[in-house]
């Protein structure tokens, strides 16, 4: 290696170092060491004069230096900064001449004119032969992105590498042809699998958009399902609410009229009781009563008949989703009957908002009869407060 390739190659560190944005993940110091290595050696496997081997190198090393200006038409720029490079540290002007040439052949549209450029292009390209190609062919990917220049898929970049495997590239010195190609050919063996399992997977997703979009026209609405979900799910919470609400009145009254009876009972059948203590007692007594009574009917499930008629499905005059309607029947007949609303989309809704408008039935007479009760509860409370009250004073 010569003094002056050995300055190149210093020069190329330390001006990519301080002045090679981060975002160049590919076009970097290691992408130039490869060029380089591959130089080296299609000159060892290529018959060229000694005195082409230097501008060869120092073409490696230097042709991508443009990029620390400019990303397109780096070519020229490398060209432009490798001259004032070389007239800096002594080169006479042809080997300036040609460095710039073999430079300048490694813009991806031009043919190469001699051995020197086919070489410095094969160099430039070697990577496509190598079992790392993958790897190094995403980053390449990612600094595209990161350039702003073009944002590829990953389904896109395989069918941009497929087209530069299959209609741009070719190597040109014999060397590469009969060592590199192989290699080319493998790595574009893989692409193609890649596009090919590529193709399944969208075809696959396809499908299932095609499925999803029949299910969604051949099903209820899901807007409705969950409006139907929902609102039978809130009147049963507020049935069991109701229900609880009965039981806390069952309980308090059954535990006022348990000591009433063992406690004041005794006090009032005693010979020296007071008559007048009797009044208030019955009050709280009665009201009590009345109020489990009431507790009692808002719980209380209605009796029905348990049957229908196939008139009555056929009329749409019976609810088949309340078991009230149906308990009594042989199950082939309500078999029939839900095969025919199953059958009738409209029926299905039918019978949902009939299901849904008889439990709001049941659930208005629930809290009727306990907004009476609660209010008979409260009566007898404030009664019997006050009868035991005046009671006391005219005692």
């Known amino acids: 290696m010569t003094s002056l390739v050995e300055k190149t190659e210093k020069f190329v560190f330390e001006l990519f170092k301080d002045k090679l944005p981060n975002t160049f993940i590919y076009h970097n110091y290691k992408h130039t060491e490869r060029v380089v290595k591959s130089t080296q050696e299609l000159i060892e496997k290529s018959e060229i004069h000694v005195k082409q081997q230097e501008p060869l190198l120092l073409a490696a090393w230097l042709h991508d230096i443009g990029y620390t200006a400019e990303y397109r038409g780096h070519e020229e720029e490398s060209a432009r900064m490798a001259q004032a490079f070389l007239k800096e540290n002594g080169a006479d002007e042809n080997l300036i001449k040609e460095v710039s040439r073999i430079i300048l052949a490694t813009i991806p549209s031009k043919e190469p004119a001699d051995l020197v450029e086919k070489i410095i292009k094969d160099a430039d390209t070697s990577h496509l032969s190598k079992e790392y190609f993958e790897e190094i062919s995403e980053l390449l990917r990612q600094e595209l992105h990161l350039q702003k220049i073009k944002n590829f898929t990953v389904r896109e970049w395989v069918q941009q590498n497929i087209k530069l495997f299959t209609?741009?590239?070719q190597y040109y010195t014999p060397f590469a042809i009969e060592n590199w190609e192989e290699g080319k050919h493998d790595n574009l063996l893989a692409l193609l699998n890649k596009e090919k399992k590529s193709k399944k997977k969208i075809e696959k997703e396809e499908v299932k958009a095609?499925?999803?979009a029949r299910y969604k026209n051949e099903n209820p609405d899901r807007g409705i399902q969950t409006l139907f979900r929902v609102t039978m799910r809130n009147h049963i919470k507020l049935?069991?609410?109701a229900d609880a609400k009965a039981n806390i009145l069952l309980s308090v009254n059954a535990?006022?009229?348990s000591l009433l009876i063992a406690n004041l009972i005794p006090d009032l059948t005693a010979p020296t009781s007071s008559v007048e203590l009797m009044l208030p007692t019955l009050v709280l007594i009665f009201f009590s009563v009345a109020s489990i009574i009431g507790a009692i009917m808002s719980t209380r499930p209605d009796v029905t008949t348990g049957e229908f008629t196939?008139?009555?499905v056929k009329n749409r005059e019976i609810n088949v989703l309340f078991f009230g309607n149906f308990h009594r029947m042989p199950y082939d007949q309500f078999e029939w009957a839900m095969n025919e609303i199953i059958e009738d989309q409209g029926l299905v809704y039918e019978s949902l908002m009939k299901d849904l408008y008889m439990l709001g039935v049941v659930l208005n007479r629930k809290y009727r009869l306990l907004r009476i009760t609660y209010n008979i509860?409260?009566?007898?409370?404030?009664?019997?407060?006050i009868?035991?009250?005046?009671?006391?004073?005219?005692?």
Do not use: A
């Open 255 to 257: 535990i006022i009229i």
């Open 167 to 169: 209609k741009k590239h």
């Open 377 to 385: 509860f409260m009566t007898g409370i404030i009664l019997s407060v």
């Open 310 to 312: 196939r008139e009555q």
């Open 210 to 212: 095609r499925l999803k």
């Open 387 to 395: 009868c035991f009250i005046v009671t006391y004073y005219l005692v």
């Open 239 to 241: 049935s069991d609410i």
